[in-house]
């Protein structure tokens, strides 16, 4: 079973940067395309980013669409989440998720979880 830890978040204003990690228990981490999710209070979890299991093919949610940007380096068995210009709407839980199936926004088909880790954004 993989096991998915998050870290990186904390409070930034608004137009800065962060950087989540997620480390992975397994080396079969390098066979999972890998997804990124975040929940905002009050609403419902929502897709971000996406990519592959050699990271040649990745994914975004028109709303990060060129401020974030999704990498993996299988030799750590990680995945980040380096999130340029940051806005008060991205405030929320993040969380990575891995899957073996890649159809990137089926949250359904992620079989692994992470706790999550906040990010908040003030104005």
């Known amino acids: 079973q993989v096991q998915l830890v998050e870290s990186g978040g904390g409070l930034v204003q608004a137009g800065d940067s962060l950087r989540l990690s997620c480390a992975a228990s397994e080396r079969t981490f390098s066979t999972n395309a890998m997804g990124w999710f975040r929940q905002a209070p009050g609403k419902e979890r929502e897709f971000v980013a996406a990519i592959s299991w050699n990271g040649a093919t990745t994914y975004y949610a028109d709303s990060v669409k060129g401020r974030f940007t999704i990498s993996r380096d299988n030799a750590k068995n990680t995945v980040y989440l380096q999130m340029n210009n940051l806005k008060p709407e991205d405030t929320a839980v993040y969380y990575c998720?891995?899957?073996?199936?890649?159809?990137?926004?089926?949250?359904?088909?992620?079989?692994?979880w992470g706790q999550g880790t906040q990010v908040t954004v003030s104005s």
């Open positions: 998720a891995a899957s073996k199936i890649w159809i990137p926004t089926r949250q359904s088909l992620y079989e692994y």
